[in-house]
């Protein structure tokens, strides 16, 4: 079965339980900076964009879901720094504007390999160019 890379929005419609027909026979990961974006904004539920759709679930809903962020269900891969550290290293030579995040991602992807599925308007310009560059496919989850 193949993977796919899934950003922040995508990985927090997933585990609202909401249908991602994009990631449907894929096995899913995600990159730790965006699995911690989620965290971050399901604990300070401030409304934003990442936080406001587990805000309008009802309460019983709701407090599963942030269950299932806080503690991320083991079919879901989370890749760890040690893994991906040293190919962000090496990656740094061909993608020296990439920031953190975006180095992360194209060394996830590269590692799994992967193709990454986002939310729209959710991916810069210059990681959509070193992914394409590198072979990797982005995808926009409907």
Known sequence: ???VLVD??????LLRGDRVRAVARHDVA?????????????????GGMLSAPFAQLDPARRARAIE??????????LLSLRSL?????????S???????GRETLAA?????SDVLVAEN????????ALAETGHKVRTAR
Request: glycine share 4%; proline share 8%; with cysteine.
């Open 122 to 129: 959710n991916i810069g310009p210059r990681l959509a160019k």
């Open 30 to 46: 995600t990159t730790g900076l965006w699995y911690l974006r989620l965290c971050q904004a399901v604990e300070r539920s401030l």
């Open 85 to 93: 550290a040293p190919t962000m290293a090496r990656q740094q030579v």
């Open 68 to 77: 299932r962020v806080l503690e991320l269900p083991d079919d879901i891969a």
């Open 95 to 101: 993608f020296p504007k990439l920031n953190l995040l």
């Open 109 to 113: 992807a590269t590692q799994l390999p």
């Open 1 to 3: 079965m193949s993977v």
């Open 8 to 13: 922040d929005h995508v990985l927090g419609r």
